[in-house]
């Protein structure tokens, strides 16, 4: 098996080619008759990033459980933010969530699936956070799971899975996801790039790749529905589903083969990334969205980008995005956490910085001092928690301003959440759509601290090196 590095062009382009138009009316076809609320719990709001017209919650009460269920969309996200939890947290949250889910589809009478959006560089506490869901399900429900489906193809990411591999594509090359900054993360690190592999390293051997069911491009491609729907249900045991994808159509194609085992009586789980939601959700597609659709109210105010996210394309996005002559760049120190006096002092002198820029009409881009905080080996939890005081700090930048910016942007999938969730204090916001591909742009509810401003939520890894400056030019011209 290949599993080095591989020219993208060599790979994608010669994949056999198949009746898309077919593909998208068998897909309607089978949807129409599938009638399960699906639920999406994103471990960072990035999830949406291919979704419009879609409700996000930030909290996972039986309350808004139950107006989750009882929307017309057939479809809705829960933010639940783990990648930024420690283990027990999202243990915790994730057996409320299930419970909650099992007991709105009782009292509802409607059935669900529920996706596990993972980060889609495998990234994230996995299995912890399916093995939860499923032990928690099984248990109020009496019902069984029969395997958990694999799926992090993401187009717009660079993300796809070919020969069972999982590829990043940086530029014109195809890098075994084993192989890239992600894998070496030292929380949610890995280093196997063959997803049956990567099963078998995370799940600590519970979970053999020998026993992984593999959905090869070739069957999918040949449009061997029945030879998938076989696949499907003859899987037991929890044992996992690995789906092959280098496009869109891919995902189309399995999901039609999916909703089919579904229908005739088998159960799964899901982690994966934000195409499979989109397909499975049955969401159409839609222009990228404008400055006029976004910015509806003239403001005098400039606008503001906060840079969290640490990973290498997000520098170099950073890098680019100085060339603008209209914004003024803040760092923020953030590695005086280990000191708490100094720490303030910086914290306070960044908000009061940026809450001048605002006022006189300057867009402000703060960003976090780029080295990533090495505590030494051994130090993982340590770090994940002061990681959490950082997030929070820039969350506070959010919370203390005074002057309404005419858009926020918030780079980084944690960043992004707690700037959400605890600095906009958004309850429930509204998918407009996506800015950029995979940059999604929620419509803040009336709840939150600025009530109706665009929000874009632009993830840490997606777009090229000009995607951000071209993102904020859209927002400024």
């Not at 301003?401 to 999938?413: C, D, H, M, T, V």
Request: charged letters at 25%.
């Amino acid at each position: 098996m290949l599993t080095g590095k591989r020219l993208a062009r060599d790979v994608l382009d010669h994949l056999p080619a198949v009746d898309s138009r077919l593909v998208e009316s068998m897909l309607k076809k089978e949807l129409q008759s599938f009638d399960q609320k699906i639920i999406v719990l994103d471990d960072d709001p990035t999830g949406v990033q291919t979704v419009h017209d879609i409700s996000v919650y930030t909290d996972w009460t039986l309350e808004t459980m139950k107006k989750g269920f009882q929307e017309k969309q057939p479809m809705f996200f829960i933010l639940t933010n783990s990648r930024g939890l420690i283990a027990s947290e999202t243990e915790a949250v994730h057996r409320d969530i299930a419970r909650h889910a099992e007991q709105a589809s009782k009292e509802l009478g409607k059935p669900y699936l529920i996706i596990s959006r993972g980060d889609s560089t495998l990234r994230g506490h996995y299995p912890l956070e399916t093995e939860t869901l499923k032990e928690t399900i099984e248990e109020a429900s009496g019902s069984v799971f029969d395997g958990e489906v694999i799926i992090p193809y993401f187009k717009a990411g660079g993300r796809f899975t070919i020969d069972n591999v999982h590829y990043v594509q940086y530029g014109d090359e195809l890098v075994p996801a084993g192989e890239t900054e992600f894998a070496r993360d030292r929380t949610f690190g890995y280093t196997k790039s063959d997803l049956g592999e990567w099963v078998e390293e995370k799940s600590n051997g519970a979970y053999k790749a020998a026993d992984t069911a593999y959905i090869a491009l070739d069957r999918i491609r040949s449009l061997d529905l029945d030879g998938i729907v076989n696949q499907l249900m003859q899987v037991s045991g929890f044992n996992k589903v690995v789906v092959n994808a280098a496009d869109d159509v891919d995902v189309k194609i399995f999901s039609i083969a999916l909703v089919r085992a579904i229908k005739q009586g088998k159960r799964f789980m899901f982690r994966s990334a934000a195409s499979f939601t989109k397909v499975i959700g049955g969401v159409s597609d839609k222009p990228l969205l404008t400055k006029e659709e976004l910015i509806k109210e003239h403001s005098a105010n400039g606008g503001l980008i906060l840079v969290g996210s640490h990973v290498k394309k997000t520098t170099e996005q950073l890098e680019k995005l100085k060339d603008c002559d209209f914004i003024t760049f803040i760092e923020f120190n953030v590695h005086l956490v280990t000191d708490p006096a100094a720490f303030q002092a910086e914290l306070d002198r960044v908000i009061a910085e940026t809450e001048a820029a605002i006022a006189s009409g300057r867009t402000v881009a703060v960003y976090t001092r780029r080295e990533r905080l090495d505590l030494g080996e051994g130090k993982q939890e340590e770090e994940l928690k002061q990681s959490v005081k950082i997030s929070e700090a820039v969350t506070s930048i959010v919370q203390r301003l005074q002057s309404r910016p005419r858009y926020i942007i918030a780079k980084g999938g944690i960043t992004s959440s707690d700037i959400g969730t605890k600095g906009l204090r958004v309850q429930r916001a509204t998918v407009a759509g996506q800015i950029q591909p995979g940059i999604p742009v929620w419509i803040t509810g009336h709840e939150s601290k600025f009530p109706g401003i665009p929000y874009i939520i632009f993830p840490g890894n997606v777009g090229t090196q000009d995607t951000l400056k071209e993102t904020v030019e859209i927002l400024e011209r």
